[in-house]
């Protein structure tokens, strides 16, 4: 079991382009969540899918940002048109019934 | 909303002295607590889970209470040692969600000195 895999593990984008973030879950489970975590905020919530269907999407900034899960196997997380301020550490997971396991984490550097 | 506050940012102390890590919350539910610890450069892990038995959990010599009168869930640990320098969540889960997801609070940075 190699966890939560997630790539890159560092990105750096110029202004203005598009980031796109990956995720592999942990085989099997069925929730898979994406946090953004920053000094400043520290570890807030993006969004979940549940048996690869969107189920709350109340932490996405709403213009620039979106998330998929075409498969059980993967999700991603695009950015468009990044900006200074997307620069943090984007973490997905997944969980079991008992327990929620984290990536690494991609770091965005925009600059 | 729900929500975790962690009031202590940082934390510094000497090896062999104790650790208390607040944590309080706001639900309008029963929230399951949990504790996740974050080491440089790594995914944060699962350190402690609150129970509904009220049963107090251990992990690594590290133990929390979940207090619902104060709505608190304390992280303690009798002696720190170097290797709990570390970066430590509070987060609760609300019953209502169907799935585990996570309200964190701010974080709190923890460092052991020799």
């Known amino acids: 079991n190699a966890g939560v895999i997630q790539t890159p593990r560092h990105k750096v984008t110029g202004k203005g382009q598009e980031a796109t973030l990956w995720c592999e879950p942990i085989s099997g489970h069925s929730a898979v969540f994406w946090y953004r975590q920053t000094i400043v905020q520290g570890l807030e919530f993006l969004t979940y899918?549940?048996?690869?269907?969107?189920?709350?999407d109340s932490g996405m900034p709403k213009e620039r940002f979106s998330a998929q899960m075409p498969n059980q196997s993967h999700s991603t997380l695009k950015i468009q048109s990044t900006q200074p301020q997307d620069s943090a550490v984007y973490l997905c997971?997944?969980?079991?019934?008992?327990?929620?396991?984290f990536g690494k984490g991609t770091r965005l550097t925009v600059v | 909303g729900d929500s975790v506050t962690q009031t202590e940012g940082l934390v510094t102390l000497t090896e062999g002295l104790p650790v208390m890590l607040n944590c309080t919350y706001q639900s309008t539910y029963s929230p399951f607590l949990f504790w996740y610890v974050q080491h440089l450069n790594e995914a944060p892990k699962l350190l402690l889970k609150s129970f509904t038995d009220n049963k107090r959990p251990e992990h690594q010599g590290f133990h929390a209470t979940l207090h619902k009168s104060s709505s608190s869930f304390h992280l303690q640990k009798s002696s720190a040692q170097l290797s709990d320098s570390a970066l430590y969540y509070c987060a609760l889960s609300p019953p209502s969600s169907g799935s585990w997801q996570l309200i964190f609070g701010s974080g709190t940075q923890l460092t052991v000195m020799p």
């Open positions: 997971a997944s969980s079991s019934p008992t327990e929620v396991f």
């Open positions: 899918f549940r048996n690869q269907a969107p189920i709350d």
